[in-house]
């Protein structure tokens, strides 16, 4: 039975209490961690969106349209619509390598990644996988491409080569996953079991598994590496569980709102940002390593689930899906306050 606070109508889920009261106490502060600045209009019909990542030197902003089935391109300078690469069915991951120009599109619809050249956007190669290509993260040390894809795999495809290098077997379907810089090292979330498993990018093989027991439906990752901390988004229960990652050790648990997809760590600042479905951006301050407070609720829109954070601006950016009054989908900008 959902416990209730107050009697009569109007009762409202304990659950939300901590939230409503953040939000109040919020809304009285002189300065929320996130300034909303600016909003930049898509095209295409309702529904929800998926990941977008920024290339800060060229000033573009890449969204995986899925509803629409394009990938979008944003330049930031002028926060206008450049194209829209169509035909991306199914659209979800995206990855830039800057070093190379190549743009690759992980496809929820046949397992595809397209991989498009940055000046241009033309085709330059299609790398098939089983099914339902999700997240995609490049590595510019080693200038390897990771796709997680069904069944249970993380393909591997040489960035530079265009050529598929391996595809690592897992316990599990891959959601979100981070790579560490110095150390060949891959981290990646996978909600059924609930676990976190550690991949060894030399070997291609799952070296350590780390099973999650505060929460479940883990699906949005991000990592503070010299600190050794994990944040990991989960869904049941809606918080973030802190891990070390070198023992796999839950450190602590901070609440969030419901139905996270993206979170994001800011090291200058110590904070971390997550984007929730439920109609919130999570600000959560990082005391030490070992310790983490609640620090604001950013109100958004339902299924405003999706953002990219960029440490050199201190900007961050929210994948709104398209409001009953508007003409299309958004990208609402945040400054990320001192």
């Known amino acids: 039975m959902t416990q209730q606070m107050g009697s009569g109508k109007g009762k409202?889920?304990?659950?939300?209490?901590?939230?409503?009261?953040?939000?109040?106490?919020?809304?009285?502060?002189?300065?929320?961690s996130l300034e909303r600045i600016q909003t930049i209009d898509l095209v295409g019909k309702a529904?929800?969106?998926?990941?977008?990542?920024?290339?800060?030197?060229?000033?573009?902003?890449?969204?995986?349209?899925?509803?629409?089935?394009?990938l979008d391109v944003v330049d930031l300078k002028t926060g206008k619509l450049l194209t829209q690469i169509k035909g991306q069915a199914g659209i979800q991951g995206l990855a830039y390598a800057?070093?190379?120009?190549?743009?690759?599109?992980?496809?929820?619809?046949?397992?595809?990644?397209?991989?498009?050249?940055?000046?241009?956007?033309?085709?330059?190669?299609?790398v098939k996988f089983t099914d339902d290509a999700d997240n995609v993260r490049y590595h510019p040390r080693t200038r390897m491409v990771y796709v997680a894809h069904a069944?249970?795999?993380?393909?591997?495809?040489?960035?530079?080569?265009?050529?598929?290098?391996?595809?690592?077997?897992?316990?599990?379907?891959?959601?979100?996953?981070?790579?560490?810089?110095?150390?060949?090292?891959?981290?990646?979330?996978?909600p059924s079991p609930t676990q976190v498993v550690v991949i060894d990018t030399d070997?291609?093989?799952?070296?350590?598994?780390?099973?999650?027991?505060?929460?479940?439906?883990?699906?949005?990752?991000?990592?503070?590496?010299?600190?050794?901390?994990?944040?990991?988004?989960?869904?049941?229960?809606?918080?973030?569980?802190?891990?070390?990652s070198e023992t796999g050790a839950e450190i602590t648990g901070v609440g969030i709102p419901a139905d996270t997809d993206d979170l994001?760590?800011?090291?200058?600042?110590?904070?971390?940002?997550?984007?929730?479905?439920?109609?919130?951006?999570?600000?959560?301050?990082?005391?030490?390593?070992?310790?983490?407070e609640f620090l604001d609720p950013v109100p958004t829109v339902k299924d405003a689930r999706t953002c990219y954070f960029e440490p050199e601006t201190g900007r961050l950016y929210l994948a709104v899906p398209r409001q009953p009054d508007k003409k299309g989908p958004e990208i609402w900008v945040y400054k990320a306050r001192p």
């Open 98 to 126: 800057a070093d190379l120009d190549r743009l690759f599109a992980g496809l929820g619809t046949g397992g595809y990644c397209n991989i498009f050249d940055g000046k241009n956007y033309k085709l330059l190669k299609t």
């Open 12 to 32: 409202l889920p304990l659950g939300l209490v901590p939230f409503v009261l953040c939000l109040l106490i919020s809304s009285a502060a002189a300065e929320p």
């Open 47 to 70: 529904g929800k969106l998926d990941h977008l990542i920024v290339d800060g030197k060229s000033g573009r902003l890449f969204q995986a349209n899925k509803v629409n089935n394009t």
């Open 151 to 190: 069944e249970k795999g993380l393909g591997v495809i040489d960035g530079q080569a265009l050529e598929k290098k391996a595809d690592i077997n897992l316990p599990g379907s891959a959601e979100s996953f981070q790579l560490e810089s110095g150390r060949p090292r891959l981290y990646l979330n996978i």
């Open 264 to 292: 994001f760590y800011d090291a200058k600042r110590r904070r971390i940002y997550v984007s929730c479905g439920e109609g919130y951006i999570a600000v959560i301050r990082q005391v030490d390593a070992d310790h983490y």
């Open 203 to 244: 070997k291609n093989e799952v070296v350590k598994s780390y099973p999650l027991k505060m929460a479940a439906a883990n699906y949005a990752l991000a990592l503070d590496e010299p600190n050794h901390r994990l944040f990991i988004g989960c869904r049941k229960k809606p918080m973030v569980v802190v891990m070390d």
